[in-house]
């Protein structure tokens, strides 16, 4: 069986100076990305009515400040009307900030204080509007909007160490409740006013990310044993999804039904409603921490390279040839800083007289700075890696993940390739 192909459309620039460690889609056109930069970033895709393209590049509007320290955690609250509405971002501020996405202004709108540490999750649920932050101070905090601003509900206290994840149930039977997951290696339900319902058992090492999936009834989870595991509300594991190879980060629903999860061992993971791995989208960056999509099938994720990669995910083309889409100038040229000049006709196909020259930053450690590969279209994308490999004195393990990503730059395999 042939699954859906996802091929790496472009990574956004400027990039982040510090690990990306949470990326939002809002709408159709707009994207949240927030660092150890201690920075907010907004990106805006162009009308694809202007355009007839509805791919086109994600373009940074702002930044966005008032942390002063690592930002960690987004969220979106929807405006009424034609507004877009507020983004809302934590960290290690222990600050919860609330920014105008209309206005774009660099100051916050309003600024909810009660955690005592970083705020490294926040959640917002436009059917009970209610917004939800988790804390390393071991606790969540629930809060609405009132006439004067924003005011705490309750705070969720009980678990023993920080509470990395939080969830709102929105349907079935324990609709108006929350979910949280914690460093102390339990997740837990908790009523509308903060009672503990259950504390489920079963991950053995910290859980790291929750997922609610359609009908209220069943949830995921992501855990430092690198396994996810589909829950009931009652605790009983139902499922579990094996392929990461360590920590896994975070755990998305999509709009397209299917399940991403990221992590430590380099990659983005896409699973089906069946709990089968369709895909394993490997990143030349030590973790991969966050992830993202939008209706359209665009996925988005955060690495610590301080690079934002867009992968296009394109129902029609896993329709083509099992050979795949040959190397075109638009998904050359889209998936890396090009250096060469500009392309008069993106949709031509590369020849040996249209070689494009691509710069790739390739993460090599957390405290040192990207190393730059230099790629030429016409090159096989093993023979680079291996070179480039040879050259740095990289493990063969992280070579073959250099030549998928080189591969993905430049839209698969090349001609006459045996790999």
């Not at 392929?243 to 992590?263: A, I, K, M, N, W």
């Not at 405290?367 to 680079?384: G, I, M, N, R, W």
């Not at 990289?394 to 993905?408: G, K």
């Amino acid at each position: 069986m042939r699954h859906p192909p996802y091929h790496l459309l472009s990574n956004l620039q400027p990039p982040h100076s510090s690990d990306v460690k949470a990326v939002l889609a809002i709408g159709s056109d707009l994207l949240a990305s927030a660092s150890r930069d201690s920075t907010v970033a907004v990106w805006k895709r162009q009308s694809s009515e202007e355009t007839n393209d509805p791919r086109q590049p994600l373009q940074l509007q702002a930044l966005l400040g008032g942390h002063d320290a690592y930002v960690n955690s987004l969220a979106h609250i929807p405006g009424k009307d034609e507004d877009v509405g507020l983004l809302v971002s934590g960290g290690n501020s222990s600050l919860i900030l609330l920014h105008s996405l209309d206005t774009l202004a660099p100051d916050a709108q309003h600024c909810l204080i009660g955690h005592a540490l970083n705020v490294c999750a926040l959640a917002f649920n436009p059917k009970l509007g209610k917004l939800l932050s988790g804390s390393w101070d071991c606790s969540a905090r629930v809060w609405s909007q009132t006439q004067d601003g924003w005011a705490c509900d309750a705070v969720l206290e009980g678990h023993e160490q920080a509470v990395w994840d939080v969830q709102a149930v929105d349907d079935g039977r324990y609709y108006g409740s929350y979910l949280t997951g914690s460093a102390d290696n339990t997740i837990r339900l908790w009523s509308a006013t903060g009672e503990q319902l259950q504390r489920f058992k079963g991950s053995p090492e910290p859980v790291r990310s929750l997922a609610m999936l359609p009908g209220g009834d069943e949830f995921a989870s992501a855990c430092n044993d690198g396994i996810i595991r589909i829950w009931d509300m009652s605790g009983n594991i139902l499922a579990t999804l094996e392929g990461h190879s360590d920590y896994v980060y975070q755990v998305r629903y999509s709009p397209t039904g299917h399940l991403f999860s990221c992590g430590e061992d380099h990659t983005l993971r896409v699973w089906n409603r069946q709990g089968q791995q369709e895909r394993v989208l490997k990143h030349p960056c030590t973790t991969v921490w966050t992830v993202t999509s939008f209706l359209d099938g665009l996925v988005v994720t955060g690495g610590s390279d301080g690079v934002v990669r867009v992968w296009d995910y394109s129902a029609e083309s896993s329709l083509q040839d099992e050979t795949g889409p040959q190397p075109t100038e638009s998904n050359i040229t889209n998936g890396a800083q090009d250096v060469s000049q500009p392309v008069d006709n993106p949709k031509t196909d590369v020849t040996p007289s249209q070689v494009q020259r691509l710069v790739i930053n390739i993460d090599l450690a957390d405290d040192q700075p990207t190393v730059p590969l230099v790629f030429q279209s016409d090159q096989d994308p093993h023979e680079a890696a291996i070179a480039f490999g040879q050259q740095h004195g990289l493990s063969q393990s992280y070579i073959d993940r250099i030549e998928e990503f080189v591969a993905n730059h430049v839209g698969g395999t090349h001609e006459g390739q045996d790999r």
